[in-house]
Each structure stands twice: as C-alpha cells, then as structure tokens.
C-alpha cells in the first residue's frame, strides 16, 4: 500500500465501531498520522480495538442498542475528545442516515455519503425504484407500498414461483424467505415479517422472482464531492450460507468483456442517481449472462480488502481523504493485478445450520504469511452479543489459483480452540476441485454439504504422538504411567482433545521409537499444545482424565437454549407427542433464527419458558420424558 502523510486535515477520529474493522480503521489512521479514539461497550472493556487505539471510552452496557447503536452518546465522546471525524465502519450506525445527519450537525465529518444517498439507498424497495428510473434493471418482483397478504399473494402469483420475500429494510440477509409455492406463502410472510420486525422495526416486505444458480457479483465504487464516480472492479462473492457471504473474491472470475462492462455501467448509474460520495458497494445477481440489481451497500464492505489486493489501495485512506475533501485521482480506476480470495472466519457450528457459537478463544494461531484482517486475539471470549467473526484472511496471488493456494496454506497454517468455528469448512472450500474450476453461484455450499460438512478430520497419529511426548502442564492433566511396564514395554497414556473430540493415546517404547492407539473419550479440556505436521497445525489438549463423563442420556432429553437470545416461537407444551426433528421453538439469537427440534420421538415433560420470553444460554426450552 502507498504511504504518504496525512492526507487529510484530520488529526483525530473516533471509530464508531468495534472488532475487526475498528481494529483495519486504527491501522490505517496510525498509518496517515492521525490519532484515534475508540468506544467500547461494557463487555469490550479490554477487546483488541480499545487496546490498539490511542484512547478509548465506555458508552454503555454489552447489547449494541445501548452502546454502539447510542448515536448521541458516541457524539458526546467526539466532541469532547476533539475527533474531527468519524469513521462507522460496518454494520452498526453505518448505513443510518439520522446519525450522518447529527455528525455533521455537531461540525464532525462523518467518513460515508451524504444522508440523502444513505436514505434513498437504506430501504431495498425504495431504492429498487429509482433504480428503474435510472434504467439500472431490477428482478422482476413487487416493491410497492401496499402490504396487504391478499394483494402480497397475488403478486407473488404473477410474478411466479418460486419467489424471494426480503425485508424491505433488510441487511445480513434477514428476513429472507424463498417460497416455493403458494400454499407455504402466508406461513412464509409471517415468519419474514416477524423477523423483519424484530430486526429492523420495520416488517414492510417486498418480492422478488427467486432466481436457482444465480451468482452475487458486485462493483465497489467511489464517489467525491465534485460528482466524480468510478469504479473499482468486480468482486464475486457467491459463496454463501444463509444468504450471508463466507467467501468472496476480486475480480469476479470468467465474466464476459460485455457483462463486465455493464456491471461497471449500471453501478455507476446507480450511484450517480442518488450524488453518491465515498465509498460504496452495488450489489448484482447475476444469471444466464444477465445482471440485475439488488442493492446498495452505502459503506464500506467487510469484504473490501480484496479489492484492496488487486488495486493497491488502502480504501479506509481513500475513505479520509474523500471526507476530508479531496478529489478522485484523475487515472483512476487503477489497473487490476493479480487475484485475492478472502474467507470470513467465524464462531460457528457448520454441522449445526452454521448456528453461532461463543466462548472463550482458548488458543487461537493464525498465520503469519498472508493477510490476516482480525478483531481477537487468543484468550479474547465471542460473546452473543455482536457479530461471530473471528478474522479475515486474505490470499493473493498473480492469479486465481495461486490465490487459492495461498488461502489453502493459511487455512492450514491456523488453529483455533476453546469454541466451534468453520475452520475445517474453511479449509475443505478452500481446496474444493468446484470451487478451483470456479463453479461459483449461491447453491455451492448445499450443493457440496456432502464434502464441506462433517467432522474435522482427526489429527494423525505422528502429530498425535508429539503432543502427548512433552512434559505434561500439570499433575492432574495426564495419566501418568511413566514406569510402568507391560510385557516389558514401557508405556504411556495421555488424553488429548483432537478438535473437540477426545482421544485417549497410548505410547509405548518400541524398538522402532514410540507406538500409540487412540479411542474415543468424552471431553474436559485443560491445556493445549500446538503442533505442525505436514504443514498443517493441530491442536491438541491435555485433557483431564477424571472430568465427570457426559450424561448423554439427561442431554438427549432436556433442550436448551444454546446461546442467549429470545424465545419468538414456542410450539410445545406438555403433554405432546412429539417427532424426532419436529419444531418445538424458535429462538432469535445473534442475527438468526435458530430452530430447537426434538431429538427424538418421545413426550414433551414439561415446556421452561414461554414465547416471546429472553432466556439465557443454557436456559431450559422444554424436557422430553425420559
Ligand atoms: P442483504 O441485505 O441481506 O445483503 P441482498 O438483497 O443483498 O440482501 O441479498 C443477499 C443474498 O441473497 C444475495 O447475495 C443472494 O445470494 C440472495 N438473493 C437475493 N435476491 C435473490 C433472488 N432474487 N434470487 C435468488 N437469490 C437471491
Ligand atoms: P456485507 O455484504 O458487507 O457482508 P451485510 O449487509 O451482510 O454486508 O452486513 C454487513 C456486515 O455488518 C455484516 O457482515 C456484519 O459483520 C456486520 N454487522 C451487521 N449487523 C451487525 C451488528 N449488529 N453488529 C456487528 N456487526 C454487524
Ligand atoms: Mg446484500
């Protein structure tokens, strides 16, 4: 990346933002010269981006409403400290309008466009219109104001299955549904609305033709005070669960010279019809050579660093000096070089819906080659109260597969433990043969779930039989046995956490070094050593030979909530005969909706909360009899 002074009049920032994008802003801004301030919520009282910046203030208690959502508290910290801008971030107040209005009321330059391009972009319906008006094409589908169910039912019917409901003030692909025909409709709508609601107070919905192997493609863009508004390239980022991005590349791969050209020209049309400035994303779905619009990201993208890769600019820079009134270079945009693939690291189960996960991170390696964007660091704890992700990684290359190798080697070259993350999803993506061909569109993750989702693989047997070698970490962490003799052998019993699954390794002395057998015990962690075979890092923990044995029984019996969050579905009481893999709750947590089924066929007991209810993690949802 170029590195010059301070490009800007500003000489102090405040980061509205927390994790790992607060962490990529303070980098930058310690870069250019410029001293930052961040804020903290009371469960960020010592996370990464308050330990990297200059100074950093309390703004409320843990749940983002009454910390990073306080537009009014965050001011107050800007002007008392004397930031001269402020810089959102993702998610959080990035795309509100009111706050960018406020910021610029209290003289302090708000890093993003103007309120006006915020609002007219901020609800998918509204913006889809005047997208028409410019001539930029949309999927066929109903963005009209009227809500009623019998009018939402008939356009769904013109339009045709199947089709797509999304919250018309949506994000983070909520309150999205797929329909696929019309007797599910209403059930669909409600649940979309319900969602909708909750998440963005707003359960107003539109439709749209739901389209089968479509590719998400998108163009960054950038526009400054004087009008001008380029383009940065294509990304591609079609590889998704929940509708949500997991990985994402720059360029897009294998698009046409003319279906690039108009991607390029329709997003710049996008974002001149509404003055655009700054930094900005314009989604496209792509299919069959055609490129519709889905909508505009008015901020910058989690996946920017990308781009950042192909064109060697430092876009949170770029973000500074458009705020602070400089013009978009005259030879933009620059040339794209090479290829970058970049995968979100998450605290997710895989195995589970990709269902959120917290805890503490025990041990967490990440390489040391590669570009690593994160917002934790090793012994930091993902609490439910903010987004799962752990970091990005990026791999760049002079092309896409060695773009894809890089990745490959960092993926290999990283270890996390103490909660479930989609590590070994990771890993298996990044060497899947489909992906490597590019068979790249939304389907690609339920289509390879056979090859992506399962157990990670168990560490070998040589890997297996170094970590059990060293010193133990204390008394109780091994069975020890150093003495002991068995047919003359001297032998040795250790218990090791291989990826969450406990196995019990024995090493004995042989006359060709040491030899060990492993089986399957139920966990207790209690330390961990990191060990590298072949080029791939394993951890692997002590575990505690006498933590009391899981009672799988009781567990197959009681449902709990697995992370804090709220009850908006309850379809059991006591006394029902229940299906294995029936609904019995839904449980809204952590920007999801999480599904709680029965474990097997059996009687609900008694049921421990009630709908509509908060519930902590752990919390008893029902208990089947035994
Ligand atoms: P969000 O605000 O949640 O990002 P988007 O409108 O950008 O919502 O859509 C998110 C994702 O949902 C897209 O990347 C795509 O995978 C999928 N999607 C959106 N619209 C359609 C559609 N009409 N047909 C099929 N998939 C779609
Ligand atoms: P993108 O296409 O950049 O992933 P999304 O619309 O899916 O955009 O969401 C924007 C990003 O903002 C998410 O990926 C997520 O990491 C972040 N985000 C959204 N809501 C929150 C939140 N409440 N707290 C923290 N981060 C959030
Ligand atoms: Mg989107």
Known sequence: MPCSGNPAKFRKILIANRGEIACRVIRTARRLGIATVAVFSEADARALHVR???EAHPIGPAPAAQSYLRGDVILEVARRTGAQALHPGYGFLSENADFAEACAAAGIAFVGPTP???RAMGSKAESKRLMVAAGVPTVPGYHGEAQEGSLLAAEAARIGFPVLIKASAGGGGKGMRPVFSPETFAEELEGARREAKSAFGDDRVLLEKYLQRPR???VQVFGDSRGHVVHLHTRDCSIQRRHQKVLEEAPAPDLPDALRDRLHESAIAAARAVGYVNAGTVEFIVEDGEAWFLEMNTRLQVEHPVTEAITGLDLVEWQLRIAAGEAIPAHWPPPQQGHAVEVRLYAEDPAQDFRPATGALRR???????????GVAEGDAVTAFYDPMIAKLIGQ????????AALEGMLRRSAVSGLATNLPFLRRLAAHP???RAELDTGFIARHAGALLGPPEPAPPSALARAAAPPPPGPSAWERRDSWRLHGEAERVALLDDGGVARRITLRASPRGMALDGTTLPPGLVGTEAVTEEGNLWLLGALDPYAPARDD??????????????????????GDRVRKGQLLAVLEAMKTEIKIRAPRDGVIDHVGCTEGESVEEGTEIAALKP
Request: proline content about 8%; aromatic content about 0%.
């Open 52 to 54: 990297e910046a200059d």
């Open 116 to 118: 006006a391009a915020i």
């Open 216 to 218: 998400h493609v998108e």
């Open 364 to 374: 967490l390696v990440l390489p040391e080659t590669g570009r690593v964007d994160a």
């Open 397 to 404: 290359g002079p092309d896409r597969e060695a773009a894809l």
């Open 434 to 436: 489909a992906l490597r």
């Open 553 to 574: 029984a009781a567990q197959e019996s009681r449902l709990s909530a697995p992370i804090p969050g709220r009850v908006v579905r309850l379809l059991a009481a006591a």
